[in-house]
C-alpha cells in the first residue's frame, strides 16, 4: 500500500470528523440539522415562534440565530407553535406543484424552508426548540407570485393530537384560526387587494408531497448534506 493510500480519509474518518465538528459547534438551524430520518413522515421543526408570542422571531440564516422580525401588528396571534423543517427549501419543484395545482402561473419559491404549524395540548412557552412533528396536510399558500406552503403537523406522541392522522380530522375551528392568521398578519385592514391567498387546504399525502418536493429543493439548491465533510476536507486541501 503507497503512502497516498495509507492518508487517504476513510468513511469512519469523516465520521469521526462530523462528531468531533458536532461537539465543538452548535448546529446551524437550517443546514446542520436533519429533516429527519423517518421524513416525510415524521420530521424535525424548528420553533421560531409559540402562541404566546407577541412579536414575530424568524431565522437570520446567514448567523442561525432567531432574531426580532417584527411585531405582531394586531391582537390575531398565531394559533400554535410556527417554525421551518430543516434542510428544506421552497423552491421550483414546490413552485411547480403550486402551479399544478392552482392554475396560477409564473410562480417561484418563497426562497425560504418550508414552514410548519405544530398541534398541541401542551403549552410550549418559548422558541428555539426541535420538536418531531408528524405532517397531516397544509395550506397552500400564495403571497403575490411566491409559493409560501404552511405544512400542519401534529406533535409526535401528543395526548389530544397525536392520533390524527389527516388534517380532515382537526376540528374546523383550528383550521379557520390558522387561515385567518395567516391571511391577516403581513396586511393592515385597510389595505386592497390582499397580497396573500390561501388557494386551498390538502391533506396528509399531499403534505408528504410538498415535503420531499421542499427536501429534494433544498439539495438542488445548497447540494446533499451527507457531503458536506467531505467538501470540507478539499477545501482544507
Known amino acids: 500500500m503507497s503512502d497516498r493510500d495509507q492518508t487517504r480519509p476513510t468513511a469512519d474518518d469523516d465520521q469521526k470528523l462530523h462528531e468531533l465538528l458536532a461537539r465543538l459547534f452548535q448546529a446551524h438551524p437550517w443546514h446542520g440539522i436533519t429533516s429527519g430520518q423517518d421524513a416525510p ?3 424535525n421543526a424548528y420553533i421560531e415562534l409559540v402562541p404566546t408570542d407577541t412579536v414575530k422571531y424568524e431565522l437570520d440564516k446567514p448567523s442561525g440565530h432567531l432574531r426580532l422580525d417584527r411585531p405582531q401588528r394586531f391582537s390575531s396571534l398565531c ?23 392552482t392554475g396560477h402561473t409564473g410562480i417561484r419559491g418563497d ?5 410548519i404549524c405544530v398541534l398541541t395540548e401542551k403549552t410550549i412557552t418559548h422558541a428555539f426548540l426541535l420538536v418531531r412533528a408528524v405532517p397531516i396536510g397544509g395550506l397552500r399558500m400564495i403571497d403575490g407570485d411566491e409559493a409560501d406552503d404552511k405544512i400542519v403537523a401534529v406533535l409526535e406522541s401528543d395526548v389530544a393530537f397525536g392520533q390524527i392522522k389527516d388534517i380532515a ?18 396586511q393592515l385592514p385597510q389595505e386592497a387587494p390582499r397580497r396573500v391567498e390561501i388557494a386551498d387546504v390538502y391533506g396528509r399525502t399531499e403534505a408528504h408531497d410538498v415535503v420531499e418536493r421542499s427536501i429534494a429543493d433544498y439539495r438542488s439548491r445548497y447540494g446533499a448534506p451527507e457531503k458536506r465533510i467531505g467538501e470540507l476536507r478539499r477545501l482544507l486541501g
Do not use: N, W
Not at 394559533?79 to 403550486?98: M, R, W
Open 41 to 43: 413522515e415524521v420530521v
Open 79 to 101: 394559533p400554535t407553535p410556527y417554525g421551518f423543517i430543516p434542510q428544506t427549501f421552497c423552491g421550483e419543484s414546490v413552485a411547480k406543484l403550486c402551479e399544478e395545482r
Open 111 to 115: 426562497g425560504d424552508p418550508m414552514d
Open 169 to 186: 380530522d382537526v376540528p374546523q375551528g383550528m383550521i379557520d384560526r390558522l387561515r385567518h392568521y395567516f391571511l391577516s398578519y403581513k
